[in-house]
């Protein structure tokens, strides 16, 4: 049975006092339920503090991006050993943002993913298709491409390491969701494509989240699905109450 991954991307908000405040009142809210495991995706100016708040909790620390050299002339850039120093487990790789305001394609996201990996971090890895993809039926064979591209030259031993985050970019920060039976259909056309390109195994064991306009009030059916192990959450991560009930939700 694979265990429920509800992880929050802040993505561009909260400075260092609301960082404090944000993740002190997710701490205080989880208990010791150890249901599902809870990951949170600061701004690189606040990881090193969040992770001295969440040190012996069940919290995990993740990163919002990072680049794929350990060091140089890449001003404005963030190394995988800079992640690890300041507490990082994970790190969230081909956001659609990422790949649309910043070009970055799936050549590039194929190398962070393999210094992540090679660095000892774990990968929550995105991939999702436009509304004119969808419109046009294309949904499948753009994940498809992102996926084959993204994990080319990746090892069965690292996929224990990688969780895949099915985004589907129209559904993120717009209000729209993706139905729990749309999600469902890719995240299962998701897991056979990983069962035919690595193993049964590794498909059945690989956690696939959803991404898109989550929130408290259709996490738990979202979340109720066979293939939906949990969920990436955008703006209903950025306040402690809506965070901890799709948490509650898993």
Not at 11 to 35: F, H, R
Not at 45 to 60: D, P, Q, Y
Not at 110 to 139: M, P
Request: hydrophobic letters at 40%; one cysteine or more; aromatic letters at 6%.
């Amino acid at each position: 049975m694979r265990k429920k991954v509800i992880a929050g991307n802040w993505k561009m908000n909260k400075d260092l006092n609301e960082s404090q405040s944000l993740v002190s009142g997710i701490i205080s809210g989880l208990g010791n339920d150890d249901k599902c495991d809870v990951i949170v995706c600061p701004p690189y100016t606040s990881l090193n503090e969040v992770h001295a708040l969440i040190k012996n909790t069940k919290v995990k620390l993740g990163a919002q991006n990072m680049f794929y050299e350990e060091s140089g002339a890449y001003t404005g850039e963030i190394s995988p050993s800079m992640l690890k120093s300041v507490g990082c487990e994970y790190v969230i790789l081909g956001h659609s943002e990422r790949r649309n305001i910043f070009g970055e394609g799936d050549e590039m996201i194929n190398k962070k993913i393999k210094k992540a990996l090679e660095s000892g971090l774990k990968v929550i890895f995105c991939i999702g298709e436009s509304l004119a993809q969808r419109e046009e039926s294309i949904t499948n064979d753009v994940v498809k491409n992102q996926i084959v591209n993204g994990l080319n030259g990746i090892t069965s031993d690292d996929m224990k390491n990688i969780i895949i985050a099915y985004e589907p970019i129209w559904a993120i920060g717009t209000g729209k969701t993706a139905t729990p039976e749309q999600a469902q259909e890719v995240h299962s056309f998701i897991r056979n494509l990983i069962s035919n390109n690595f193993s049964n195994e590794i498909a059945e064991n690989i956690v696939i989240q959803y991404g898109g306009s989550v929130k408290p009030e259709n996490a738990a059916t979202l979340l109720s699905k066979p293939d939906i192990d949990g969920a990436l959450v955008g703006g209903a991560c950025l306040k402690a109450d809506s965070f901890l009930s799709i948490v509650a939700s898993a």
